[in-house]
């Protein structure tokens, strides 16, 4: 079955470092993959998708994701986080007529 | 601001009670999708459609019902309601059925069954 698991509940990392959250994912096929950003009583918005090609995608923020087909992950990275950043965090994958969503990942930020 | 919006924002109703949530999708889009978001369930795709007409179905109960009229905005009924609905629920629109589109999110009308 198709699944995209976030093993991450919830990180808590200091503003300024750098940042990774976990996304697997379990498809017959190279999935479609997204990170979605959900802020507080907000609806979630998309920071970047992979589909093909370059296995290493740039977001908006300052995101990027690398997809790694040998681990079947798809990790969203960051160099240095900053207190706005503070949100959950939705990995997303599409295939065949749906698209799952992973459980979330709460990002905290502390000064 | 995504582009989608949702009526209303919020929704307070009793245990039986049928509610209707609306959805106008991005000027363009012709898909739309709901979700249901729960502290206990996560984020759940219920429905789909597209260009009127119902193109995939995920985790939806049979209490709950959607449509997509000719307009392109969409209507989510949810019937019979258990304490258990309540919950945040998203619409989405992409421009396309294929998920390889980016969906724009709505700001969600939260529902609370008393």
């Known amino acids: 079955a198709q699944s995209v698991t976030q093993p991450d509940i919830h990180i808590t990392v200091s503003e300024g470092a750098s940042l990774e959250l976990r996304c697997n994912y379990s498809?017959?096929?190279?999935?479609?993959l997204f990170w979605y950003v959900q802020s507080p009583g907000q609806g979630l918005q998309l920071l970047l998708k992979y589909f093909s090609g370059d296995t290493l995608v740039q977001g908006i923020k300052g995101f990027e994701a690398e997809f790694k087909r040998s681990q079947s992950s798809f990790n969203l990275r960051k160099p240095s986080v900053h207190w706005s950043d503070a949100a959950e965090y939705f990995c997303a994958g599409g295939g065949y007529q749906k698209v799952t969503f992973g459980t979330g990942t709460k990002l905290q930020v502390i000064p | 601001d995504s582009g989608v919006t949702q009526t209303p924002k919020h929704l307070i109703t009793a245990t039986g009670q049928r509610v209707t949530l609306r959805c106008s999708p991005r000027s363009g889009d012709l898909s739309v999708y709901w979700y249901q978001q729960s502290l206990d369930q996560g984020l759940q795709f219920l429905i789909q459609y597209y260009n009127g007409e119902e193109r995939a179905k995920g985790n939806i109960l049979e209490r709950f019902s959607a449509q997509q009229f000719p307009d392109l905005h969409s209507e989510l009924n949810l019937s019979s309601l258990e304490l258990g609905d309540s919950a945040l629920y998203f619409c989405?629109?992409?421009?396309?059925?294929?998920?390889?589109?980016?969906?724009?999110f709505g700001p969600g009308t939260r529902l609370t069954v008393t």
């Open positions: 498809y017959g096929a190279t999935p479609y």
């Open positions: 989405a629109s992409s421009v396309d059925s294929s998920y390889f589109y980016e969906q724009y």
